[in-house]
């Protein structure tokens, strides 16, 4: 199942139509409700979220209470969990951002959300560029480039999403404009900071012309990033494969390809490790890290050739630590297909499912579906 989050700004561009220029603030929103504004966020988030019936199955929706969410998804007829509920009649600011981190704190793979720019400040205030975001915008204001074009542009987006299609991740700005001294005809915008936001998969990105992906390229571009990425005084567990040798050519040290190997400060510390030997090891740092790729053709990401990362090495890791490399080559190979996980414990394949990002280039990272092998 993937989890995905929803929360919706019920007052998003109800200042608009009757020509207060934003819907920011309390007083702001009884003025645009005592002229005659029409609520319409709801309305659009369904747009979007109606592309998705077919798909619901694969879905465990995690939302927040009544217009924030829940009563959308109960109108679409999709089983959902309620993890927040407002404590006011109406929504303000703090409620998005506590609904955002309660889905969080559920282990949410992508957010939704419906608003405008002040919805996207609230969400990028706790979410920052953990995990991807899709916006549907329902604003006055859509400065910011988290939103899709429009609600059936999200909802194209999340149909590709579920479907398995591959979709890179970029990082998008987060704008908005001061709502006062724009009614005073000054425009002055600000950035708040940045989220991950699905695109469509430019394929010609980090490749040759011509279309043909470069493997010798595109793996050096895949080592500079994790090399570029590497905390000190942490440990990174090292699986098998070439794209994981690849960094280790980076970091110039010697590689065990159809094994295991440990990385400290960019000095190998265990070569050819077995299931124990990495779970002794993990007991010596607090940080751990796993780099690991999946096999070609096949999509396995754990079960395959890789035993030594034994349930309690991958617990112990956690799956917030998991780094998976792969050139966009191998995944279009999968047609679709999601990655496999067969670990030998149900329970944690489940927990390893959903979407996860596979760093695919230089700063690349492209959203593929993880799934437990049945």
Sequence with gaps: MF???????PFAGIG?????????????REEALAKGAEQ??????????????????????LTAAGAMGADTLSNLGYQHHVVYQSVGEQSESADTQSAVQAMLDAGI?????????????????????????????????????????SPR????????????????????DVMDIDEDAFREGTVRARRYGEMLVPKELEYMQAVKMGGIESDELVLTDIADDIFERME???????????????????????NTLLGVDAVVNEELVGSDLTAQ????????????????TLIGGQ????????????????????????????TKTKLKALNGRPLQVDTGDSDLDQALSGFIQVTTGYHDRTMVAVKAVE
């Design 3 to 9: 989890k995905i989050g929803l929360v919706i700004n």
């Design 16 to 28: 608009g139509a009757v020509g207060l220029k934003g819907s920011d603030g309390a007083q702001t």
């Design 40 to 61: 319409k966020a709801a309305q659009r988030a369904a747009e979007a979220l109606a592309m998705l019936a077919d798909d619901t199955a694969d879905i465990s929706w």
């Design 109 to 149: 793979d992508l957010l939704v959300f419906a608003g405008g720019d002040g919805t996207a400040r609230d969400v990028c205030a706790v979410i920052g560029d953990q995990l991807p975001v899709v916006g549907i915008p329902a604003g006055v204001k859509i400065h910011s480039g988290v939103y899709a074009v």
């Design 153 to 172: 542009g999200a909802g194209r987006v999340l149909e590709q999403l579920v479907s398995g299609q591959l979709t890179s991740v970029r990082h998008a």
């Design 232 to 254: 000190d005084d942490t440990l990174y567990v090292m699986g098998s494969g070439t794209t994981v040798a690849a960094v280790m050519d980076n970091l110039g040290l010697e």
């Design 277 to 292: 030997a990495l779970e002794l090891l993990l007991t010596e740092y607090q940080h751990a890290y796993l780099v690991i």
């Design 299 to 326: 999509g396995h990401l754990f079960g395959r050739g890789n035993q030594q990362l034994s349930p309690a090495v991958i617990r112990k890791i956690g799956r917030e630590r998991i780094i998976v490399v792969a």
